[in-house]
């Protein structure tokens, strides 16, 4: 499995673009993304229940499991715009469709940006328009940039690896920064593949992929009322459809996860304000679910937090907040790691020098790990620190 | 009921000291508290399941329902600290104890600070002894300050009200600053009454005070492993013991309230970072517990927390915050106040303007308001925002 450039176009038959029409006030803000052909789609959606229409729509095409592309606007959600908001989800579908000359039940759509504000419906129009002109088969890194909004570089990648005699490819783009939380979707993330396959075996990989990917990292605890991954599969590569239990199927997955894997990183590695990442591992939980609620509360707490951004081995605040989790730990049983040095074990805590502890702070990414003994599921989330930069970014971004 | 000065030794028979013996780097760090006769007591303790030892303590001793003394320290929580810990802490009680001529197992012992690192026992054994010669009718503003940690200013109230033909007292401090969540209680405060009680009638109004006041705020969302709220009652009045449903004792519950619902707004409001605070009230809920669901993930959200911070009326940052509680929603049910305007009903927003949507959070206390549609249960919390000065403390606060 090879990293290729490319994106979301690097498979057969996908081309995209990206253009500005003046929904943000700077840069490009509406993406197109387009198979040439009839395409297989599945998608994991927002939990929140106060999700934008455009959810609402992509739900609605998800169970018919066709779709020919995606349209994505960003600097302005459209949630929590009542009938109008509908309508105007529905109209983006329409021109789109219009544009193509397809069905606009094969268009997909996705917002992103401020809530509550009705979208610019003018711009839209010729924004799509636009959009069509420029679609072109090395597409993906401008429609990677036109989904961004407070993020600071576009995330895109795409593997491809040796299926009989030809090459499969997997593509992907995605945007993230704020509203980052393990939680179903947490971002848009939009796949794409030459493979054929029916979108009942593409919910699969995206269920057995995004526990431990996408819903796997956090920047801020909060979970958007737009958030999507969306997969699309077009048969590009000529090959039969994907069947389960063989080899090619265990490629295709690996090679989702790869792609899934990378931009989650990328999400929280360009979180805002975020400058340094962390792993919370947590083991000998009594199940999956706790070993979450654990990790979850760790990963997510400002203390911890602020604690790897000020490169501070100020161990007491992982402890604090397992402590806080709710889950019935006993502290006799616990080790917490932190970097490669056990700090507490059996009650007690570990004497280390000072410069030994500093040590295990000062990482790129830093590791913290939690033997809860009390059994044997496990969890890993990566969390990125919180620095004044979050706080410059969002007492800013106005609406 | 009149505010008067004093803080804890405005009630009769109660003496308090703050001295400085070296667990700080600068400051008060030791606080006593004494009553001149035996006092009943009741307490809430922290919920996490990390707990310091002198929690441990407390609860044995709360059992039992009285006490003579609380000695606190600050600058070091002796959590995590092993067998070591639950050691040097009996021996804070006992030295203390030693020193006053009384019963270990009639001195509370409270401590705040750094995790997981050893008490300098040497340093509490000299402070002992300085804080016992200090104490004095007028040592309240003393122990305040010795008890603080990143707090920037002593907490401290008393009130009093005229009963028979004399008055009672009911007198408070407290310190919080970080780690503040509305869960159990969530950081120190020390109450005094001369009034004569049983330890299970002072545990009812702890009971009935303490959900919405100490436990109605949040700072960070984090639970600390060493809160307690604790309630000595001496009788120094001379007057007889307090019955229920009299009149004294609805003045006597007026008066545990209005100290304790002072001195958690002024934790809130001396909350690391905080520049503004702000109430989140959650209506029209099924059940108390939705109610409070809602309304914590409101005034936890970092999003929430710095549009305060930045006066901005971005209310679509409350609504994603409310649709990702779990809570089962309907939008078209809800609706959302900020200030004394509506701003999204009936799963629409309303126009308001720009100007009239600034004033809305141009108050020092910003008001949220989330009616549920539901049913009839709600809940209130006060909450601060979130600035640059909470990661700059918290990224310093070394061990």
């Known amino acids: 499995m090879e990293s290729v450039q490319g994106g979301v176009t690097a498979p057969i038959g996908f081309a995209a673009s ?20 009839p395409a297989a789609v599945a998608g ?84 799509i328009r636009a959009a069509r002109v420029q679609l072109t088969r090395t597409g993906s890194h401008s429609a990677a940039e036109a989904i961004l909004t407070t993020d600071t570089s576009p995330k895109e990648i795409a593997v491809h690896w040796k299926i009989g005699g030809g090459v499969a490819m997997v593509g992907g783009i995605a945007k993230g920064s704020g509203m980052i939380a393990p939680n179903m979707a947490t971002m848009l993330a939009f796949l794409t593949t030459d493979l054929q396959a029916d979108a009942g075996l593409l919910r699969e990989v995206l269920r057995e992929v995004v526990p431990d990917t996408f819903n796997a990292i956090t920047v801020d605890g909060e979970m958007s009322t737009n958030d999507m991954v969306l997969l699309m599969a077009n048969g590009g590569t000529g090959l039969p459809p994907l069947k ?51 990790a979850r509360q760790v990963a997510n707490s400002l203390l911890v937090k602020t604690m790897v951004a000020g490169r501070d081995p100020n161990w007491g605040r992982i402890a604090a907040a397992a402590g806080a989790s709710g889950v019935l730990l006993r502290p006799e049983r616990l080790t917490i790691r932190l970097g490669k040095k056990i700090v507490f074990q059996k009650g007690e805590p570990v004497r280390l020098s000072r410069a030994i502890l500093l040590q295990q702070v000062d990482h790129p990414e830093v590791r913290i790990e939690l033997d809860l003994g009390r059994g044997k599921a496990e969890a890993s989330l990566l969390s990125g620190d919180l620095t004044e930069g979050y706080v410059k970014i969002n007492a800013k971004y106005t609406t």
Chains 1, 2 share one sequence.
């Open 244 to 294: 389960r239990g063989t080899k090619v199927h265990r490629d295709f997955l690996e090679a989702v996860r790869t792609v899934c894997r990378h931009l989650a990183r990328e999400i929280v590695r360009d979180g805002e304000g975020v400058t340094r990442i962390f792993t919370v591992r947590v083991t000998g939980a009594a199940g999956r679910a706790e070993a979450l609620k654990v």
């Open 18 to 37: 990206g253009v500005s029409c003046g929904i943000k006030r700077r840069g490009k803000d509406l993406a197109l993304i387009v198979s040439n052909r």
């Open 44 to 127: 994991t959606l927002t939990t929140n229940r106060l999700r934008a229409p455009c959810v609402d729509w992509a739900e609605k095409i998800l169970r018919l499991g066709k779709a020919r592309a995606i349209v994505a606007n960003s600097g302005n959600a459209n949630c929590c715009t009542g009938v109008r908001g509908e309508r105007d989800c529905r109209s983006m579908a329409e021109w789109t469709a219009g544009a193509l000359g397809i069905p606009a039940q094969e268009v997909l759509v996705a917002s992103t940006g401020v809530i509550g504000q009705p979208l610019p419906m003018e711009k839209l129009r010729e924004g």
